[in-house]
């Protein structure tokens, strides 16, 4: 790429595509002034592009069934994504991170469980709940 004093000379195409969405350039005027060339929705802006929202994003990739009531809280435990959680009906689960459950549920003292901690090692679970 061409420099001058640290910066692109004009009209040059500047080529960052980790900074840019897939399929759009970054450009500078002849007078200096940075604009983008978006070939998706085939427009030119002096804006940025900003990536668009994927489609389904806010669709879970998987759903956890197994509480009888809400869950509270969630802990991961490990790198691998299993997870446990704790729900009103007073209960602890464990999961795998594609929603099936491992083992048995852990029954609290009858109370909603509303919080939920692992130690670093994982091999102890704490739990607070409504009745102390």
């Known amino acids: ?21 897939p399929g759009c350039e970054w450009y500078i005027s002849p007078l200096g002034r940075t604009y983008f060339v978006n070939h998706n929705t ?8 900003t990536p668009e929202r994927p489609t389904g994003s806010l669709t879970p990739e998987c759903i956890i069934e197994g509480h009888s009531e809400c ?13 446990f959680s704790t729900s009103n009906d007073g209960s ?3 999961w795998k991170k594609d929603g099936e459950p491992v083992g048995k549920p852990l029954n609290s003292h009858g ?12 091999s102890m679970v704490v739990s607070g709940s409504a009745d102390g």
């Open 111 to 122: 109370a909603r469980i509303g919080s939920l901690a692992l130690s670093p090692d994982g």
């Open 92 to 94: 602890i689960r464990q």
């Open 1 to 21: 790429m061409m420099v001058s004093f640290n910066r692109p000379l004009p009209g040059v195409r500047l080529d960052y595509l980790e900074q840019l969405v």
């Open 71 to 83: 869950i509270w809280s969630l802990a991961c435990l490990d790198s691998n994504g299993n997870i």
């Open 42 to 49: 085939q427009t030119t802006s002096w804006k940025k592009p």
